[in-house]
């Protein structure tokens, strides 16, 4: 952005520039508002043309007026033309005619201002008085060795002007052949700064008011004012004032673009800066396409890589024996195996044989063990029997011998009374006893009828509890399950414990910390979905607990989450884990699934995306092999009719039953969904009512079951009451009875007569010897039994115990069976496997062969194409991976590049844009800051020149002004005060040289106009102009002083030859001498009806 300062330097320098010659000496610019700055080349031209002033130009017709026409100015219709001389001019006439009308046109024609003529303040005055325009033609000399614009304008330049009369005014400058060649008023200045005309220089035209004025004028500033302007220090002094002003604005202006810079430095850089990334986004298109190349040969090199680990891998596989190593290994166990199962199936068969045989043995002496069991107690019952007698006998002989011995030692009349006694006590005892029987009979049926009481009493107790505890096991179950719910609504995984989301948030830590080789998978509950939820009872009872366990990869993986769920479960509480190797497939179940048209296996039933959730419930419960039949009636059918279903191990139906081909199993409690049900709101819903109906239910059977336990307290109270009652009442009627029995006895022994008895007595010895034999024969039969039986049991423990042995043997035989069988089955299996394993490997191998042919096709496409893009290889390090990271990244950078960028040519522009105004304007100021130091310079320079030249001038001028005044023999002297600008002139008359009175006023006013003519006379020897024009010089000069200074102004102008003079006056001009360089203008009287002047 352009300043004040900058625009007053431009145009100074624009109106130098629009001279094409050189500076004329004493030639300065006009003031139109526009200072020009000298070049200090100029400034020295033109002082060394000031100091030199009064030498001649070697060109006598550059710039002088060849002629002038008037039309329609002021009061005359048309003047001219008038063709001047090219030396002295005089304009001769009387007043009216138009002499001072030629001066103003002149000055106006020649560009100058109304105010300059001082003959009005506008241009349309000028116009004559009812017509429309004037028109002013003036035909300048451009002859010579410096003419203008020569080969434009010709010999001559004609200015012609047309004002209007509402002061419009308009230029046309022709050539010498009348065409025009310009109509700017800027072409006309150059004419005039060209040639050195200025018409606004009293020097060059002095009019009649000027002259008046300075006649009349009292003021020295006025004077010396004159004298700066005739000499045109006035107007240099204005210039160098000027050019002070202008460059202190321009020293602001230039600190203040200084800022501006800085500003356009800013955008300088950060234009640069974008045109450098725009730069570097070349460098990284470029490096994009180098890393292109470099994709394609480490494709190149990654493809042959893997071909030649392809060839390697397919050798390894082919010298790889292992898989039929094993295979053979394989089958030399499974004949092992089952040569070991043949011999322990034929012993079990030898077993089998002994064991029936010991078998029948066993059984034939059990028979004989019962038969002699039997006759040993047949004779026990002979035995004892014989020798209960034994006893009796003897017994019977101790009272005989007793009642004999009391007998013959007692009185017959003491017998008498006790006797009668005796009977009494035996009567009254008798009724005493009917009535304890009677009273007993009636105990024992109480306490029968209590007991029976109680015993029920004890069942519906022991009922009401079992039922009870089933209550409150129930209720206990259905409580967890409502907490386990309440969990699960914020974390599904609390339904298969409450430290289940704790334990997976662990594993997952520690997968993180890289503790596990492959995460474990689990709870198995939470990995699957069942696609009818109205099956989940009879899923989950399938499942079991295998809903809680988890998969691991291998027993290290298992070790440590054995590890962490140590932390959370205790031993008997923790999953269940199984470890099988993760894989990404399915088992291939062909042949081995059941397949029904009317029921869904287990695994059809189940929605499991992770393989190694479906292989592990394959392997550890073969879901693929157990259907799910909704109705109990159906499930029987299908399972245990004349065919199930191939490859159907069991079944489950919706109620949770277990379903096998010769057998069924119902829970013995309820089962409840817990790992796989739905909504846990319902769920919740649902276990809240079954809750409130157990807890009432509970309540009841408690209220009961108290009434029950205290109606039973209070049975055995009163059954022990009566027991008790009982047992006194029992041993009184034992009491009863001894007291009878005594009695009788000692009444028997009474009655009977000694010697009966003394012959019973006998008797019984004989009776006692006879039964002592009886007892020993039986005694002796019954050891002779008991050793037979003993032989026998003996016999029968030794079978048994060869039964026992051979048994242990048989299990033994059969659980190695079993293994055997297991083991054939395993080795069978994985037999299969290893066949399978083999047949992959082959097939593997053949697979490999292929993909090699393939990759070394693909190896070749790309390697061909990889030539395109580079024909000679590249060696790259990195992988394609790594390539296409920095690739992706790289499009990336440069599409945000290229997105915050723009345009490529918008941005290069805006920087060569940006660059140029910061070079241009740092230049600029660069160069102002080295023009103002100059100036600076320059103008201190100028200053001193200035203050010399001002002090030249005003010396000759002196000079002048005395020698003219010597010539009309006065003393005149001129006095100049530059610090003060004042000038003072004085003027002695002839006479009065001693006179101290030396001012003008005092002179006649001939006198002051000599005076006056002395002045200009003065000041053109100092200056110089291609014309000089004076108007009424003599006005006031009386015929004397008029002929002096006549001779003085043709003199001058004989020394001054190559100048044009025109000199006004309307007085008779007969008195001047006759030459060729004087041309006269008589002008004609105006007509009488044209206006006074």
């Known amino acids: 952005?352009?300043?004040?300062?900058?625009?007053?330097?431009?145009?100074?320098?624009?109106?130098?520039?629009?001279?094409?010659?050189?500076?004329?000496?004493?030639?300065?610019?006009?003031?139109?508002?526009?200072?020009?700055?000298?070049?200090?080349?100029?400034?020295?031209?033109?002082?060394?043309?000031?100091?030199?002033?009064?030498?001649?130009?070697?060109?006598?017709?550059?710039?002088?007026?060849?002629?002038?026409?008037?039309?329609?100015?002021?009061?005359?219709?048309?003047?001219?033309?008038?063709?001047?001389?090219?030396?002295?001019?005089?304009?001769?006439?009387?007043?009216?005619?138009?002499?001072?009308?030629?001066?103003?046109?002149?000055?106006?024609?020649?560009?100058?201002?109304?105010?300059?003529?001082?003959?009005?303040?506008?241009?349309?005055?000028?116009?004559?008085?009812?017509?429309?325009?004037?028109?002013?033609?003036?035909?300048?000399?451009?002859?010579?060795?410096?003419?203008y614009k020569g080969d434009v304008y010709g010999d001559s330049i004609c200015i012609e002007h047309r004002i209007t009369s509402d002061g419009c005014r308009t230029c046309k400058i022709k050539n010498k052949a009348g065409h025009v060649v310009s109509t700017k008023k800027e072409e006309l200045t150059a004419i005039l700064d060209h040639f050195g005309i200025q018409v606004d220089n009293p020097v060059s035209v002095l009019n009649q008011e000027m002259s008046k004025q300075f006649l009349h004028s009292k003021s020295e500033a006025d004077k010396y004012r004159f004298f700066m302007k005739a000499t045109l220090l006035e107007q240099m002094k204005r210039d160098y004032i000027h050019i002070k002003q202008t460059k202190a604005v321009t020293r602001d202006q230039v600190e203040r673009q200084e800022e501006c810079l800085r500003d356009l430095r800013q955008l300088f850089l950060q234009r640069k800066e974008r045109y450098e990334r725009m730069s570097s986004l070349d460098d990284m298109r470029q490096t994009l396409e180098d890393l292109k190349k470099k994709m394609a040969w480490s494709l190149v090199r990654e493809k042959e890589s893997q071909v030649e680990q392809l060839k390697e891998q397919i050798e390894k596989e082919d010298a790889d024996c292992k898989h039929e190593e094993k295979l053979q290994l394989c089958q030399n166990k499974v004949a092992v195996a089952e040569k070991k199962l043949q011999d322990s199936q034929k012993h079990l068969c030898t077993l089998r044989e002994e064991q029936e045989h010991l078998t029948e043995e066993s059984r034939k002496m059990k028979e004989e063990i019962k038969v002699k069991t039997k006759a040993q107690k047949s004779q026990e019952v002979v035995y004892f029997r014989a020798e209960n007698k034994l006893k009796q006998l003897k017994k019977e002989q101790c009272l005989l011998q007793e009642r004999i011995h009391k007998i013959s030692h007692g009185s017959r009349n003491r017998q008498e009374?006790?006797?009668?006694?005796?009977?009494?006590?035996?009567?009254?005892?008798?009724?005493?006893?009917?009535?304890?029987?009677?009273?007993?009979?009636?105990?024992?049926?109480?306490?029968?009828?209590?007991?029976?009481?109680?015993?029920?009493?004890?069942?519906?107790?022991?009922?009401?509890?079992?039922?009870?505890?089933?209550?409150?096991?129930?209720?206990?179950?259905?409580?967890?399950?409502?907490?386990?719910?309440?969990?699960?609504?914020?974390?599904?995984?609390?339904?298969?414990?409450?430290?289940?989301?704790?334990?997976?948030?662990?594993?997952?830590?520690?997968?993180?910390?890289?503790?596990?080789?492959?995460?474990?998978?689990?709870?198995?509950?939470?990995?699957?979905?069942?696609?009818?939820?109205?099956?989940?009872?009879?899923?989950?009872?399938c499942l079991g607990f295998f809903l809680k366990?988890?998969?691991?990869?291998?027993?290290?993986?298992?070790?440590?989450?054995?590890?962490?769920?140590?932390?959370?479960?205790?031993?008997?509480?923790?999953?269940?884990?199984?470890?099988?190797?993760?894989?990404?497939?399915?088992?291939?179940?062909?042949?081995?699934?059941?397949?029904?048209?009317?029921?869904?296996?287990?695994?059809?039933?189940?929605?499991?995306?992770?393989?190694?959730?479906?292989?592990?419930?394959?392997?550890?419960?073969?879901?693929?092999?157990?259907?799910?039949?909704?109705?109990?009636?159906?499930?029987?059918?299908?399972?245990?009719?004349?065919?199930?279903?191939?490859?159907?191990?069991?079944?489950?139906?919706?109620?949770?039953?277990?379903?096998?081909?010769?057998?069924?199993?119902?829970?013995?409690?309820?089962?409840?969904?817990?790992?796989?049900?739905?909504?846990?709101?319902?769920?919740?819903?649902?276990?809240?009512?079954?809750?409130?109906?157990?807890?009432?239910?509970?309540?009841?059977?408690?209220?009961?079951?108290?009434?029950?336990?205290?109606?039973?307290?209070?049975?055995?109270?009163?059954?022990?009451?009566?027991?008790?009652?009982?047992?006194?009442?029992?041993?009184?009627?034992?009491?009863?009875?001894?007291?009878?029995?005594?009695?009788?006895?000692?009444?028997?022994?009474?009655?009977?007569?000694?010697?009966?008895?003394?012959?019973?007595?006998?008797?019984?010895?004989?009776?006692?010897?006879?039964?002592?034999?009886?007892?020993?024969?039986?005694?002796?039969?019954?050891?002779?039994?008991?050793?037979?039986?003993?032989?026998?049991?003996?016999?029968?423990?030794?079978?048994?115990?060869?039964?026992?042995?051979?048994?242990?043997?048989?299990?033994?035989?059969?659980e190695e069976q079993v293994k055997a069988e297991t083991v054939c089955n395993k080795l069978d299996q994985t037999m299969k496997t290893l066949e399978k394993k083999l047949k992959d490997h082959q097939n593997n191998i053949q697979s490999m062969k292929e993909d090699l042919s393939l990759q070394e096709e693909d190896l070749r496409d790309c390697e061909a194409k990889a030539r395109e893009l580079c024909p000679e290889r590249q060696q790259v390090d990195q992988s394609p991976r790594s390539i296409d990271v920095e690739i992706t990244r790289l499009r990336q950078k440069i599409k945000t590049q290229e997105n915050s960028h723009g345009d490529k040519e918008q941005i290069i522009r805006e920087y060569a844009e940006a660059h140029s105004n910061y070079k241009s304007k740092s230049s600029q100021l660069r160069d102002l800051r080295k023009f103002i130091d100059r100036l600076d310079n320059i103008m201190i320079d100028r200053q001193d020149r200035y203050k010399t030249l001002r002090k030249s001038l005003s010396v000759r001028c002196k000079l002048y002004f005395n020698n003219f005044m010597i010539q009309l023999h006065c003393c005149g002297s001129m006095m100049f005060d530059h610090n003060n600008e004042t000038l003072s002139i004085s003027v002695k008359p002839p006479g009065q040289e001693m006179n101290s009175v030396s001012d003008m006023r005092s002179l006649s006013g001939g006198e002051r106009s000599f005076s006056t003519v002395c002045f200009i006379l003065a000041l053109w020897e100092i200056t110089e102009s291609p014309f000089r024009c004076l108007d009424e010089f003599d006005v006031y000069m009386d015929m004397h002083n008029r002929s002096i200074s006549m001779n003085m102004l043709v003199a001058l102008s004989e020394r001054q030859h190559l100048r044009q003079f025109i000199f006004i006056t309307p007085q008779s001009i007969s008195q001047l001498p006759k030459s060729t360089n004087i041309t006269i203008h008589q002008l004609q009287d105006p007509e009488k009806d044209t206006e006074e002047e």
């Open 1 to 147: 952005m352009q300043g004040n300062g900058f625009g007053h330097l431009s145009a100074m320098n624009k109106r130098k520039s629009g001279v094409h010659n050189a500076v004329k000496p004493s030639k300065t610019p006009r003031t139109d508002g526009k200072t020009h700055v000298l070049e200090e080349e100029d400034v020295d031209e033109e002082d060394g043309a000031l100091q030199d002033h009064l030498s001649a130009s070697n060109v006598g017709d550059i710039g002088v007026i060849e002629s002038i026409t008037l039309r329609n100015f002021m009061s005359h219709h048309l003047l001219g033309p008038l063709k001047f001389g090219a030396n002295v001019n005089f304009i001769v006439g009387n007043n009216g005619t138009g002499k001072s009308a030629i001066l103003t046109a002149l000055i106006v024609g020649l560009g100058g201002k109304a105010t300059t003529t001082n003959r009005g303040t506008s241009l349309k005055g000028f116009v004559k008085y009812g017509e429309t325009s004037t028109d002013i033609k003036v035909k300048l000399k451009n002859r010579g060795n410096d003419p």
């Open 417 to 541: 009374a006790e006797h009668m006694q005796h009977l009494k006590k035996i009567s009254a005892l008798k009724n005493q006893l009917e009535k304890l029987e009677t009273e007993s009979r009636a105990l024992n049926q109480e306490i029968k009828d209590r007991q029976q009481a109680l015993h029920k009493g004890r069942e519906e107790y022991d009922k009401l509890s079992m039922e009870e505890k089933n209550i409150k096991a129930s209720l206990e179950s259905k409580s967890k399950r409502k907490k386990q719910l309440m969990a699960s609504r914020s974390n599904r995984l609390r339904r298969f414990g409450d430290h289940m989301p704790e334990l997976m948030e662990s594993i997952n830590k520690a997968f993180a910390q890289g503790r596990f080789k492959k995460k474990p998978v689990g709870p198995i509950g939470a990995c699957i979905s069942l696609k009818d939820p109205t099956l989940t009872l009879a899923v989950e009872c």
């Open 549 to 814: 366990s988890f998969c691991c990869d291998n027993y290290k993986d298992e070790k440590v989450l054995q590890g962490l769920m140590s932390q959370y479960f205790y031993k008997g509480n923790r999953p269940q884990i199984m470890v099988c190797p993760f894989t990404d497939h399915v088992y291939n179940l062909q042949g081995r699934g059941v397949h029904h048209p009317e029921f869904p296996s287990v695994l059809d039933c189940l929605n499991i995306e992770n393989p190694v959730i479906a292989n592990c419930l394959i392997d550890m419960r073969s879901i693929e092999s157990i259907l799910v039949i909704r109705e109990k009636a159906r499930a029987r059918k299908v399972m245990q009719g004349s065919r199930p279903p191939k490859n159907c191990r069991e079944a489950f139906t919706a109620d949770g039953d277990q379903v096998f081909t010769n057998r069924y199993y119902t829970p013995e409690h309820e089962v409840l969904v817990k790992y796989l049900g739905g909504d846990p709101e319902a769920e919740i819903s649902l276990v809240n009512g079954e809750l409130e109906n157990i807890q009432a239910q509970l309540l009841r059977f408690q209220l009961h079951s108290c009434s029950v336990k205290e109606d039973i307290q209070l049975m055995e109270e009163k059954l022990r009451s009566v027991i008790m009652a009982c047992k006194k009442n029992q041993e009184s009627i034992n009491k009863v009875k001894a007291s009878i029995t005594e009695l009788e006895n000692i009444e028997e022994a009474q009655d009977e007569d000694i010697s009966s008895l003394e012959e019973e007595a006998q008797e019984n010895e004989q009776k006692i010897e006879l039964e002592k034999r009886i007892v020993k024969e039986a005694e002796d039969e019954l050891r002779k039994h008991e050793k037979g039986l003993l032989a026998v049991n003996q016999k029968f423990k030794d079978v048994k115990c060869k039964m026992e042995k051979l048994s242990d043997e048989m299990e033994q035989l059969k």
